[in-house]
Antibody, heavy 119, light 107 residues
């Protein structure tokens, strides 16, 4: 059973870069897609982007200019960087496996990590 | 970008009720739709993919239907553990979008 765990700072200052890592256990990160999703307090889910283990990416157009997702197959981890953050980026950040069949669905999720943007 | 709308935004129901939630896409997405259940403080859980396929381990009281732009999630007999928020998600042109969610609470 694949398990995912997010890690990173819980507090980021405005204009700085948010950096999170997702560690995958119980399976290899290779030959799969991996995704980041976020959820502002009391609101719905927003897809951020996904990466294939080879390094190819797709991002939410609304965040694309500020987002970088990368993968490290040697450590079974993938990461999120979100630049120039504002208070609007305060959210629970989830990582998930993006399972591709005829569509892409998110079948295994981390528990989420809370990130607050504040000075 | 494809937008998803969900209706109702919330509903109150009783244990044993049959419940139907609706998700509508702004353009044809064939059957590329999934449904998730989220409980407070927890990660979402995949219930249905490809519009009508039940994810492994999900109770058979959950079912999905639809294609094109109109989709439904049906819970045939609502159980206490089903009170949660339900999100639909589409996949088109390599991008994902979630609907705004439907909250199901106890009447």
């Amino acid at each position: 059973q694949v398990q995912l765990q997010e890690s990173g700072p819980g507090l980021v200052k405005p204009s700085e870069t948010l950096s999170l890592t997702c560690t995958v256990s119980g399976g290899s990160i290779t030959n799969s897609y991996w995704s980041w999703i976020r959820q502002p307090p009391g609101k719905g889910l927003e897809w951020i982007g996904y990466i294939y283990s080879s390094g190819s990416t797709n991002y939410n157009p609304s965040l694309k200019s500020r987002v970088t997702i990368s993968v490290d197959t040697s450590t079974n981890q993938f990461s999120l960087q979100l630049s120039s953050v504002t208070v609007a980026d305060t959210a629970i950040y989830f990582c998930a496996r993006a399972y591709a069949t005829t569509m892409v669905t998110l079948d295994f999720w981390g528990q989420g990590t809370a990130v607050a943007v504040s000075s | 970008a494809i937008q998803l709308t969900q209706s109702p935004s919330s509903l109150s129901a009783s244990v044993g009720d049959r419940v139907t939630l609706t998700c509508r896409a702004s353009q044809d997405i064939s059957s590329a739709l999934a449904w998730y259940q989220q409980k407070p403080g927890k990660a979402p859980k995949l219930l249905i993919y490809d519009a009508s396929y039940l994810e492994s381990g999900v109770p058979s009281r959950f079912s999905g239907s639809g294609s094109g732009t109109d989709f439904t999630l049906t819970i045939s007999s609502l159980q206490p553990e089903d009170f949660a928020t339900y999100y639909c998600q589409q996949f088109n042109s390599y991008l994902l979008t979630f609907g705004p969610g439907t909250k199901v609470d106890i009447k």
